[in-house]
C-alpha cells in the first residue's frame, strides 16, 4: 500500500455533482491542530478532479428463521473477531459505528478522564479502481467529520492508503501524553497537558485526565446470579439490519440501516457509564457494535450463561422482529452491576434521562446465549410496559 494524498486534497465530483469541499478540509474542521490553509486554487494546481457515481444496487432484506439463531450466533462471532471490510452500500453507518467503537473501547479504561479529553486518529485503507468507491469514500470522510465534530472530540491525524485488495475504515481512540493522577508539588507538567488545562475548551473534559492500558473492569462478567445485566444504546435510532454483520455473513445487504445521528445522546451515555466504571459501579462491561446485542452478549458471557430477555426492548420499540434487537448494529454497551447498586444505577440514568434495559442475570446451568423474546399479551403485557418504563429511565 502506498500513500495517495490526491485523495485527500482533490476536488470531488459525485453523481456530476461537484462537492463544496475536499475530504482533507471537512477532516481539518475537527483537527486539534490543523494545517495552514492553503490559498486559494493552490491544491486544484496539484491535483486533478475525482469523478465517480455512487452505486447503488437493489438492496435485499434478510429473512430472520428464530430456529436458526445458533447459526447466526456462531456466524457473527467468528465475523466479529476479524477486521471488518468496509460496506460500501452504507459509509455513514459503518463509519459512525466504527468511530463510536473507538470511542466506547475506552471506556473501560483506568483512569481520570471524559470523553472531550480523548483523540481521533484515521486511517482509510482504500482499493480506488472500482466504480463508486471513492464516492463511498467521500461518504465516509463526510460522516466521520460531522459525527466526531458533534461528540465534540478532536482529531489528532487522519492518513489515506491506496490497497489493491479490501477496503477498510479504522479509527483509534486515545489520550494525548498528560500526568498523571499524583503529580508533586513543584513537578514540571507536560507542555500539552499544560495547555490543555489553560485552554480547555470543552464542558466534556477532565482538568487532569490519565489513562491507564489496564481495565477498571473485566470484559467478561461473572457468576453472580443476584448481579443485573444491562444494555444501554448510545443512539436514539431503530433497529435496522442494514449493513449488519449478520447480513453480510450471509450474502444479503439487509435493507435499510440504523441511522445513527445522535451525538448529544451518545455524550450523555458516554459521561454517565463512565462514571460509573471509574466509580468501581460497573463490575463488567464489553461494548456493542460489531454484530449488535446478540454478538457481544456472546462474547461477554464468558465459561457462563446469559438467558437473554429483549422484551423490554420489543415492547418499548415497538418492534416484532427480533434478529433486529438481536444483531443490529447501534452503538452502546452491556454492563454488570451489583443487585444493591441496581437503585443507585437507576436514579443515574434516570437524572440524565437516558434510557437502559435490564436484559437478564448470569446462569450457571449452560453456556453462551438463550434468547427470551416471548412478551406477554393482554393487561400482563400492558403491566409489565408500564414497569419497564419505569426501570429504562424514561418519564
Known amino acids: 500500500m502506498k500513500e495517495n494524498e490526491s485523495a485527500l486534497y482533490s476536488q470531488y465530483i459525485i453523481d456530476g455533482i461537484r462537492c463544496e469541499m475536499t475530504p482533507a478540509e471537512l ?79 475506552r471506556l473501560w479504561s483506568e483512569g481520570h478522564f471524559r470523553l472531550g479529553n480523548l483523540r ?40 489515506f492508503l491506496e490497497s489493491d485488495g479490501r477496503s477498510s475504515a479504522r479509527f483509534f481512540a486515545w489520550l494525548p501524553d498528560t500526568p498523571g493522577p499524583d503529580i508533586s508539588p513543584g513537578e514540571e507538567m507536560h507542555p500539552y497537558a499544560e495547555e490543555n488545562m489553560l485552554f480547555k475548551s470543552s464542558p466534556y473534559e477532565s482538568r487532569h485526565p490519565w489513562i491507564s492500558e489496564k481495565r477498571k473492569c473485566p470484559g467478561v462478567m461473572n457468576r453472580d446470579r443476584s448481579s443485573w445485566l444491562l444494555y444501554i444504546p448510545f443512539d436514539t435510532c431503530s433497529f435496522r ?11 444479503h445487504n439487509g435493507g435499510r440501516s440504523p441511522q445513527i445521528s445522535d451525538p448529544d445522546y451518545f455524550i450523555d451515555c458516554y459521561e454517565v457509564v463512565r462514571e460509573l466504571v471509574e466509580d468501581g459501579i460497573v463490575t463488567a462491561g464489553t461494548g456493542v457494535c460489531d454484530g449488535g446485542l446478540a454478538t457481544a452478549a ?56 437516558i434510557a437502559y434495559y435490564p436484559v437478564g442475570h448470569p446462569c450457571e446451568d449452560h453456556e453462551g446465549v438463550r434468547v427470551n423474546d416471548s412478551c406477554r399479551n393482554g393487561v400482563a403485557g400492558i403491566l409489565a410496559s408500564l414497569l419497564g418504563q419505569t426501570s429504562e429511565g424514561e418519564d
Not at 428463521?65 to 471490510?85: G, I, K, P, Q, V
Request: charged fraction near 25%; proline fraction near 3%.
Open 298 to 353: 456472546e462474547r461477554f458471557c464468558g465459561k457462563s450463561g446469559i438467558d437473554l430477555d429483549i422484551c423490554g426492548l420489543l415492547s418499548s420499540y415497538q418492534e416484532a422482529d427480533a434478529a433486529r434487537i438481536l444483531f443490529g448494529e447501534i452503538p452502546g454497551v452491556l454492563i454488570q452491576i451489583s443487585d444493591e447498586n441496581y437503585d443507585y444505577v437507576d436514579s443515574q440514568f434516570i437524572l440524565q434521562d
Open 120 to 159: 481521533i486518529w484515521a486511517q482509510w485503507d482504500w482499493n480506488t479502481r472500482p466504480i463508486g468507491n471513492m464516492a463511498s469514500f467521500y461518504g465516509s470522510v463526510s460522516a466521520a467529520s460531522d459525527y466526531i465534530y458533534g461528540l465534540g472530540v478532536r482529531m489528532s491525524d487522519y492518513l
Open 241 to 251: 439490519l442494514g449493513g449488519s454483520l449478520l447480513s453480510q455473513v450471509f450474502g
Open 27 to 105: 477532516l481539518d474542521e475537527c483537527m486539534e491542530c490543523p494545517d495552514e490553509v492553503m490559498a486559494d486554487g493552490e491544491v486544484a494546481l496539484c491535483f486533478n478532479d475525482i469523478i465517480d457515481e455512487s452505486t447503488e444496487p437493489p438492496l435485499s432484506s434478510f429473512q430472520y428463521d428464530r430456529s436458526r439463531f445458533d447459526e447466526y450466533l456462531a456466524r457473527t462471532c467468528a465475523a466479529s473477531a476479524e477486521e471488518r471490510e468496509f460496506t460500501m452500500l452504507y459509509p455513514d453507518h459503518f463509519t459512525r459505528l466504527q468511530i463510536s467503537r473507538a470511542l466506547i473501547s
